[in-house]
């Protein structure tokens, strides 16, 4: 249930204040300044309870374990593992570690709820966090009734801060001499690519396989991975149709979000065994600049479009379990 976290949508691809606390204590001791115990180590579903009485009328963020990674800088996408329960009866009502893969939010922006905006940005990836959330800084006076969250209700979230990424992350990279496409790919590893189409290009009749353009120094990606990346997609004429740089306008239900990366691009099989687009990036290293081309879609007039995507491939995970597995 990411949608509860989620006040927008990431862009997908194929068919993709500081805290108010900072302190250190160790998971598992007596209840904290948060008045919560966690059980269970960073990456392991934690155990929560909390001190009789009522919680605090504030946000109360307590680090449980910092760990050694950057900073979180606000707007880029967190890569996280969470577990949120409501402070009255105990229920956890979503969690990412069932699903056996982190989830992502762009942070700090308003994409997620105003609790995680102001304690997260600024924590070190590899911390473990607790919050305590007023309904404030929460799901306001409306709640969350698909999740059992009251309007008045504060929340308990326990995250693992696992990467984050932004449009500026350079890849760790070395470029290909000569790669083997005729489109002529250019700029920095750290921003977005500028690509040249030769006049004349036709759609080929089936994609090819992808072509590095610059070669990625981390591990092979995994099929059945969910992979962490930026994109700018162009049509065969040259002209670009989409990005990730870009940023989306506001709407009635969310504010305006900038550009950032996506974590809506997935490495088949998919759960039921479904071929995809990015299929034929497994085996190649993360940190890669790629050239993939795009089967046929239709747009939203029904029109069949053809285009090919280059995409950064910032970091990669395990698919999310899908129900029932």
Known sequence: MR???????VVALGATLAACGSEDSNSGGDFGKAGIKVTEDFGKKPTVTHRDGEPDKALV???LKEGDGPEVKKGELLTANYLGQIWRDGKVFDNSYDRGAPSSFPIGVGGVIAGWDEALVGKKIGSRVVMSIPSDKGYKEQGNEQAGIKGDDTLIFVVDLV???ANDTKLDAEP???????FK???????EPKVTVPAGT????????PVIIALGKGKPIEKGSQLIGRYVVYDYAGKKQASTWDGQPASASAPAQP?????QLQVGPGPNGQAGALDGLAGMPIGSRVLVELPPAKDDKGKVTTAFAVIDVLNAFPAPKQQGQ
Not at 3 to 9: D, F, G, I, P, R
Request: net charge positive; hydrophobic share 40%; charged share 20%.
């Open 202 to 209: 036709k759609a080929p009749a089936k994609p090819g396989k």
């Open 163 to 165: 990467g984050a990424a």
């Open 3 to 9: 949608k509860l976290l989620s006040l927008v949508a």
């Open 176 to 182: 290909v001499a000569s790669a083997p496409t005729k």
């Open 185 to 191: 790919v250019t700029g920095e590893l750290n921003a």
């Open 61 to 63: 963020t307590e680090v």
């Open 259 to 263: 550009g950032a990366p996506t974590d």
